[in-house]
């Protein structure tokens, strides 16, 4: 079985050597993504709120060109700048992942993310 990449203008394209997700046996791992608005290339870092609204909508985006979906995230590792921020980003997240399913998750903080932007999320996702 090969692996199959995975690329769509309705999320940024990588700002490196990377690919937006790739799928492979049944799997579909999806990059880090921040807050870019694919069609004007622009980061969104208004608030915590919007911002991770908005890497959620990108990763919704990549799992929707993928043949996958939210309910179908098996694992996301969201990394942070700030920790205080979590309980913002939460409610967020929340709109997003209903507890009915919810993947597992680890969220950190970290000194620095690409771009100086706040969050970023990846996730790794079944292709149902």
């Known amino acids: 079985m090969s692996k199959q990449i995975i690329n769509t203008p309705a999320a940024p394209m990588p700002i490196g050597p990377y690919n937006q997700a790739v799928a492979f046996n049944g799997l579909l791992y999806v990059s880090g993504q921040i807050a870019i608005e694919p069609s004007s290339g622009e980061l969104v870092l208004d608030d915590i709120e919007r911002e991770t609204r ?75």
Do not use: M, W
């Open 54 to 128: 908005q890497v959620l909508n990108n990763v919704k985006a990549i799992l929707d060109a993928a043949g996958s979906s939210l309910k179908h995230v098996l694992k996301a590792t969201v990394f942070v700048r700030d920790i205080n921020q979590f309980s913002r980003i939460n409610v967020v997240y929340g709109e997003f992942f209903e507890p009915s399913f919810a993947p597992a998750r680890e969220l950190v903080q970290v000194v620095e993310l690409p771009k100086f932007v706040n969050i970023e999320i990846s996730v790794v996702a079944s292709l149902a």
